[in-house]
């Protein structure tokens, strides 16, 4: 043990001369200059090993971006040629090509079909591959088209359509929506549905309409390069059309419409087939004449003829002729209906009788085409009939003549008629007329009055009132003598009100 014993607290130990507790300025400096260069060494050696990282960082970051741009390149590339090679296959395919180059073109479309295969799998290269070969074996089926004579990139047009109407293209499963403005090409398939009704249009000047509950099949649209010769084809299932073969585009052109039992070949006529359930076909021909083949026997169809193709291949003829269409009486040449209260509306329409008929068929729409016609009676016993109940607007109308058999002969030319209402309309006053003679001749101020704002129609002029109701018409050259004129005044919920007026125009001022 030892022992400690305290040391006075006055007592101070002093040190030898020379000798300091407390460092000098110099040694101080000299030892935080060796602690902050040995820190400054061991911060740039952190600095260099993040600076690699950083560096490591961004070369593999580089290096992804590249593999990833060229990955994009050539998955684009690959992308366009499918879409170059399904174009020219599209081509090949519209030129006939399927039918007299399908060697050819089953390799392309073998090779377009791997492609598309690959380009799901991520192998865009081997993708790319395939196409560029599919573009090539197309364009090569299509130069052998041209080498055999055959020319036939043609196609018919859906000129119009009503309801529900489809269409299946050619290699596909499903149906789309048919508009109008559609082209149609080869072993294209089209239906229609109950109410509805489509047209289609050929380039030689033929018109097909389908009508409801039908399927039609587009066979052949082909024309031969060195006569130019054309060849449409059609094949009926279940179908209701009619057709009006040939046109300024005809001359030597032929259109075949296959049925279940019979073949129909003309080249100017105009005739209607109805195919039914039991594959018995009706063919009428109301104008040109029609080769009708069926159980190796020909029979020739002339105009108002009609022979009905059996389910066993016979051709059956009609004991009496189809007669020929009335001549409408009343009304004819758009001709202005006006009436002050629409519950006392009534348009007469009259036409000629023909000799032989049974019963008539009439027909009322809004448009030329029939599509939705707003009146359809069949077995009319007379040659006239009142329409009633006629909302203000143009209308078309036509009919036709059923003889002793039941069977229909082709409408007649189609009429119209306009009906206007006044009372039940817009309020409209003609305030002043000025007649002035020019060298021109004479030109008609008319000022009137009507609703602020509102757009009316003075005979073919368009105007608008201001802002007070106020309009000013003019109308010029004008002949001398009674002038009809006619103010249209559209209504916002649909129809218009109809006022007419007469002028009697002499020398102006």
Not at 123 to 139: I, M, N, Q
Not at 298 to 316: H, P
Request: hydrophobic share 40%.
């Amino acid at each position: 043990m030892y022992a400690v014993s305290e040391m006075p607290a006055s007592r101070v130990i002093k040190m030898p001369e020379g000798l300091s507790s407390t460092p000098s300025r110099s040694d101080r400096g000299r030892g935080w200059k060796k602690r902050l260069n040995w820190k400054v060494l061991i911060i740039s050696r952190r600095a260099l090993r993040l600076w690699i990282i950083i560096l490591a960082g961004l070369l593999l970051l580089l290096a992804f971006l590249l593999f990833s741009f060229r990955e994009a390149g050539i998955e684009g590339k690959a992308k366009e040629a499918i879409s170059s090679a399904q174009k020219a296959l599209d081509s090949a395919y519209r030129a006939g090509a399927e039918i007299f180059a399908y060697e050819r073109y089953a390799q392309a479309l073998a090779e377009l079909s791997k492609a598309k295969k690959f380009h799901q799998a991520g192998d865009f290269k081997t993708s790319y591959d395939h196409a560029v070969r599919a573009e090539g074996l197309a364009r090569r089926a299509e130069a052998e088209m041209g080498k055999q004579g055959i020319a036939a990139s043609r196609f018919s047009t859906v000129s119009a359509t009503s309801g529900k109407v489809e269409i299946r293209r050619a290699r596909e499963l499903s149906w789309q929506p048919v508009s109008k403005g559609m082209n149609l090409f080869p072993q294209d398939q089209i239906r229609t549905f109950s109410h509805s009704q489509v047209q289609l249009t050929f380039d030689d000047g033929s018109v097909l309409r389908v009508k409801p509950d039908s399927l039609v099949v587009i066979d052949d649209l082909s024309q031969e390069a060195g006569t130019s010769r054309k060849r449409t084809s059609v094949r009926l299932l279940v179908s209701d059309i009619e057709a009006r073969i040939g046109g300024p585009g005809a001359e030597r052109s032929e259109f075949r419409i296959e049925m279940p039992t019979a073949v129909a070949r003309a080249e100017r006529a105009e005739l209607a087939v109805r195919v039914s359930p039991e594959r018995e076909s009706k063919i009428r021909v109301f104008s040109g004449s029609t080769e009708l083949t069926s159980g190796g026997k020909t029979l020739r169809l002339e105009s108002g003829q009609e022979v009905i193709a059996t389910r066993d291949q016979k051709l059956v003829a009609s004991s009496q002729p189809l007669l020929p269409p009335p001549t409408p009486i009343t009304p004819v040449g758009l001709k202005q209906f006006l009436f002050a209260d629409p519950k006392q509306a009534k348009i007469p329409l009259a036409w000629t009788e023909v000799p032989g008929a049974k019963s008539y068929h009439l027909q009322v729409a809004s448009d030329p085409l029939f599509f939705d016609p707003i009146l359809d009676l069949g077995n009319l016993n007379r040659v006239e009939y009142d329409l009633e109940k006629v909302e203000s607007g143009t209308y078309f109308w036509r009919v036709s003549c059923l003889n002793a058999n039941g069977s229909e002969g082709t409408f007649c030319d189609l009429e119209s008629f306009q009906v206007g209402y006044t009372a039940a309309g817009l309020p409209l006053r003609i305030e002043d007329i000025l007649v002035l003679t020019g060298r021109g001749g004479n030109t008609v101020w008319i000022k009137g009055k009507t609703e602020p704002s509102r757009s009316l129609q003075v005979n073919h002029l368009l105007i608008k009132s201001d802002s007070e109701g106020t309009f000013w018409a003019r109308l010029t050259p004008v002949p001398r003598g009674r002038l009809t004129v006619t103010f249209r005044i559209p209504h916002p919920q649909g129809g218009c009100t109809i006022f007419q007026k007469e002028i009697l125009v002499t020398r102006g001022i």
